[in-house]
């Protein structure tokens, strides 16, 4: 059997959406589905049973797991870069895949986990994903803290060689419209460009940035799935890797796309950026993915502009969920 912790969310969804795809149903979910609409995402896609977190991890500790366990796909945890609870997100985020982790080694059971591009900080020290220079980083938030503490507890208790951790960048695509302000900003511009006809994005704070030329690694979800579960597929690699397209575009050259996709013509308008996030705000993202591809990694990533099409076109346009 295959756990897929958020399973119910958006990357995990898509993970058991493409695992259907490839003959996989022996599938177990765990999540939290709590008041969200992220119930949605679950009966276009077959498992054989969901757990609560709660639930799951009273078997992890007691060594009470009634099945047999393959793999765990761990992209269960808090995902917003704005939540202030620290507590929570040690418990949540840290200590959460901790037990997973010596579970799954104690066990000999593959462990993907789900790190993030938010844990480069401000990317003033490179996106290269060299496990030994992570104490080098400084993430902007708590969020990316929490995912970087369980990158350097593993490096420095020697177990990152046995697991694998993904540094996800920006992902968009279908199964994302339950995250609210966590949403891509593909999904928002949608959803503006009906309402309004217009996109509306933050102005640049600095010089060397003009007002949408932000720049941002955006990657759609088919390609994260075929990403993720080539370390299934290929349990002997290890280590921790980007996921990303190695391609920084714009915020103008993103909505451009959406604009495009729907056959509308693109009118943007900029607005001042919140106190609160001017100085965690990321201007530059790009992920080196030279370790993936020299891990064996050989498909083609999408064009952003594919991808997005992919996307409004044929899911957002048909208020669709992605389906075995």
């Known amino acids: 059997m295959i756990v897929v912790t958020g399973g119910a969310g958006f990357i995990g969804s898509a993970l058991v959406w493409k695992l259907n795809q490839l003959g996989e ?8 589905l709590g008041k969200e609409e992220k ?27 009634p099945f047999e366990i393959e793999a765990i796909l761990h992209m269960g945890a808090c995902s917003s870069t704005t939540e202030k609870d620290a507590d929570f997100l040690i418990r949540n985020n840290y200590h959460y895949t901790q037990d997973l982790a010596k ?16 844990t480069y900080g401000d990317g003033s020290q490179g996106y290269d994903d060299v496990e030994n220079e992570l104490h080098k980083l400084r993430p902007l938030n708590m969020y990316g803290y929490s995912k970087h503490l369980v990158d350097l507890w593993l490096h420095k208790m020697g177990m ?14 279908p199964n994302e419209y339950h995250k609210d302000d966590m949403r891509s900003v593909i999904h928002k511009s949608y959803g503006q460009i009906l309402e309004t006809g217009k996109v509306k994005l933050f102005k640049s704070y600095k010089d060397e940035y003009k007002d949408g030329e932000q720049m941002r690694d955006f990657i759609y979800i088919k390609d994260v799935v075929d990403m993720t579960l080539y370390f299934l597929q290929n349990p002997e690699i290890n280590g921790l890797y980007n996921i990303g397209t190695s ?6 050259d993103l909505v451009t796309a959406v604009f495009n996709a729907m056959d509308k013509p693109v009118d943007i308008e900029f607005i001042d950026m919140p106190e609160h996030l001017k100085e965690k705000y ?9 370790k993936l591809r020299n891990a064996g990694y ?15 076109q044929n899911y957002l346009m048909k208020n669709a969920y992605l389906e075995s």
Do not use: C
């Open 25 to 32: 149903e022996e599938i177990l979910i765990v999540d939290e």
């Open 282 to 290: 990321q201007y530059f993202t790009q992920a080196n993915i030279d």
């Open 103 to 118: 579970y799954s080694l104690t066990h000999r059971i593959k462990f993907i986990y789900a790190s993030s591009a938010a």
């Open 160 to 173: 990152n060689e046995e697991v694998v951790g993904l540094k996800f960048f920006n992902v968009f695509g």
């Open 298 to 312: 050989t498909k083609s990533i999408s064009s952003l502009e594919d991808g997005i099409t992919d996307y409004v």
């Open 247 to 252: 391609k920084a575009r714009t915020w103008v």
């Open 39 to 65: 119930w949605k995402n679950l009966p276009g896609i077959k498992f054989i049973d969901i757990y609560h977190p709660n639930e799951f991890i009273e078997l992890i500790l007691e060594d009470a797991v």
